[in-house]
């Protein structure tokens, strides 16, 4: 009989075990899947390699390598009960440099994840398809005033087919999700946590309380939950990466209040860099006006600033 490290793995698989190996990082992670890529390697030679290969051609580090070298058995016992529970609950893996990782990644973020998984509708990932995707970038603590303007910004983008693109655990990404929902538009959801830790075990509970008032479960079927952690991540384990990714999944970015030198001033300065289509209220804290002062373009005031702002695309 044979073992349980001989039994077939798939790519999926190797993912997920070495997504979940303590102290494989983002970029360890990324160059292992290069060089499967680019070698041919299969997963079967991989899981062959000496403890000395791992380190000096997958440039693993030495305490994840030894790790999995003890606990081998274990650890492909742990990826193949994930990838059961992948399919189980349809969820898809996308790696970097495959046909069908997002482009906007891979475009407009500098170190894209290795890896994302994604559950839910996947036609988000292809807005030309379904409507153009849309974030607001909003510091903390915003006044009263600028969450009205939100809900009011939000309202009139997604009421022209836009899909909000959003988180699901700081306010005005909640406000910007309940909007959404109220209008019946198709939400995608950048998670700072892992899909499992967000949506629970059955990976079909709304993110946040409050958004269930508008629907009882995740709709499956209309939105979409990504992440680029595992599984079981816990929340809050990197925000800037969240951040990141819902500027990158945006093609049109509304900076509406933004502090100077944080992390939304950081993504609206790079989308405006990289020429995408970004707007900035004429109001809100000092971010905005270091923006209008860079030349970012003004959010229009006119009755059809809506219909002026899709034209950019």
Partial sequence: MRGENEKPIHL?????????????GEQALARTLAYIRENKVSPKELLAFTPKQWREQLCVGESPTALFFQKKEELLAKSRELERVRRLHDIHIFEVGSAAYPLCLEAYDDIPPP???ARGNLSLLEATKTGFRF???????????????LDDIVSALASADGIVVTGHDRLPYQKTAIVGHRLGRPI???????????????????PFAEA?????NFNNDVDLAVSAFP????????????????????????????????VMFAEAKRAFRQ???????????????????????????TPDWVERVKERL
Avoid: W
């Fill in 212 to 216: 269930r008032i508008h629907e009882m």
């Fill in 135 to 149: 974030a607001v970038l909003v510091s903390n603590n915003p006044s009263p005033a600028i969450l009205q303007k």
């Fill in 275 to 301: 020429e995408r289509p970004l707007y900035v209220y004429d109001g809100g804290r000092d971010g905005n006006r270091l923006l209008l002062e860079m030349g970012a373009t003004k959010l229009p005031q």
């Fill in 12 to 24: 999926t698989q190797l993912i997920l075990l070495l997504h979940n190996l303590p102290g494989v």
């Fill in 115 to 117: 890896v994302l998984y």
């Fill in 231 to 262: 599984f079981d991540v816990p929340a809050q384990h990197n925000l800037q990466r969240r951040d990141r990714l819902v500027a990158c999944f945006a093609d049109v970015l509304i900076a509406l209040d933004v502090q100077p030198n944080r």
């Fill in 188 to 206: 995608l959801y950048v998670l700072d946590q892992g899909l499992r830790c967000a949506l629970g075990a059955n990976f079909d509970r709304i």
